[in-house]
């Protein structure tokens, strides 16, 4: 548990929204999924942090479309 308290401290250092954080324990790893919001340089400057954590062994950043919000009225 020592390596995710690293990361989660590295997350909060961020200038980054949480939306999301999910731990899985696998075997002898943790698995974590993060989904953040924030300026693109507080999210590389993130994910440069993590990579440098000798316990990390993989990060895939994902690019997503900003969430659209749709109104609808109805026909009278």
Known sequence: ??????????VRRA????????????DSTYHIVMD???PAD??????AKLDKLPEVLEIVKLQTAPAMAVALRERR
């Open 1 to 10: 548990m020592d390596y995710v308290g690293r990361v989660v401290s590295i």
């Open 15 to 26: 200038k980054v929204f949480v939306r999301r954080m999910e731990i899985e324990a696998r």
């Open 36 to 38: 953040v919001e924030g």
């Open 42 to 47: 507080e999210i590389n400057w993130l994910v």
